[in-house]
């Protein structure tokens, strides 16, 4: 079974779509490989399958092997050296393990991308089967599984197919994903219940999209009220993973088929610096000379925030 040598799944919920829910997917995903592990990310989310986009890899084709289909690599296992910055912070000194990284998303196998979102309900059941019967991921340290947004029945019927082809205990979890604004919070709510009724661990609560910070003087406004998720958070007795801003670079860089990353161990701790100046540091030195694609992994202030979610949930703290 195609899901047997895999240690953990987690899930990625939100309860309404354009929160932010892939961007976390693929950022905790880069956060968890850059930590070591090998990481794989199964895109269910069948009306928008965006990982591919979001990894900078959506004109990869996913291969055919005997009973079923290999995962696109994102890429593959290996020692990378720790940059002179991230040596001098003391975070980390000589070389290090990046894990593996590998993709299955229904954005590969759709020639039109309209199709997916003309789909009924249980040929959409089928398919998330499919993806969970038929991928061959191998050993994973960590899978995690962008769902579509929502609560609706077919939500439901989806994540009920999840749980049945996991065996007991390896759905560490699910991340839900907010943004400030009371409706999407009240959507949450409802994703919340939703997992008490299901028996889905809350992993955590992440508020995306709590303020934005100008690129030219490093001001945050709280364009959409802030703090909210936090609340949620304390209210039902979930953990409340973190807040991340709104960076304009990084709907750039995803726009451009670029992955933005930020390597761990490269960051300026203790540091006051704009967007620009993180910016240009990181390229300058950290990206480059961290061994990883300079022309495929670029810096984003938002990395640092994911790896510390990412540390949180593996250390589950
Ligand atoms: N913190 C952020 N800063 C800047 N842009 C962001 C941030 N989070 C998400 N975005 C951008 O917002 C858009 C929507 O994000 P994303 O696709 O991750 O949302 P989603 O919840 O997965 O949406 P869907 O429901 O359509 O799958 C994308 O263009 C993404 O680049
Ligand atoms: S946040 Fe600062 S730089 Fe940005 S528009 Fe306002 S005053 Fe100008």
Known sequence: MSLANV???????????????????????????????????????????????????????VRQAPGGWLPVPVHEARTISDN???????????????????????????????????????????????????????SLDYLLIDTPPGTSDEHISLVETLLKSARPG??????????????????????????????????????????????????CTNVFSKGGGEIMAKEFNVPFLGSVPIDPMFVSLVEEGRTPVYPQGTVVAGKDMTTDEVAAENTADAVRDSGLLAEKYQSCSLFPLFDGFAAKLTLKV
């Open 84 to 138: 002179a910055s991230g040596a001098q912070n003391g975070v980390f000194t000589g070389e290090r393990q990046l894990g593996s990284l590998h993709c299955m998303s229904l954005g590969f196998l759709l020639g039109d991308r309209g199709d997916a979102v003309v789909w009924r309900g249980p040929k959409k059941t089928a398919m998330v089967r499919q993806f969970l019967s038929d991928v061959h991921w191998g």
């Open 170 to 219: 390896q759905v560490s979890g699910a991340v839900i994903v907010t943004t400030p604004q009371a409706i999407s919070i009240s959507d949450v709510k409802k994703e919340i219940n939703f997992c008490r009724k299901t028996g889905v661990n809350i992993l955590g609560v992440v508020e995306n999209m709590a303020g934005f910070v100008c690129p030219s003087c490093a001001e």
């Open 7 to 61: 240690k953990e799944i987690m899930l990625v919920l939100s309860g309404k779509g354009g929160v932010g829910k892939s961007s976390v997917t693929t950022q905790l995903a880069l956060a968890l490989s850059l930590q070591g592990h090998s990481v794989g990310v199964l895109d269910i989310d069948l009306t928008g399958p965006s990982i591919p986009r979001f990894f900078g890899i959506e004109s990869s084709k």
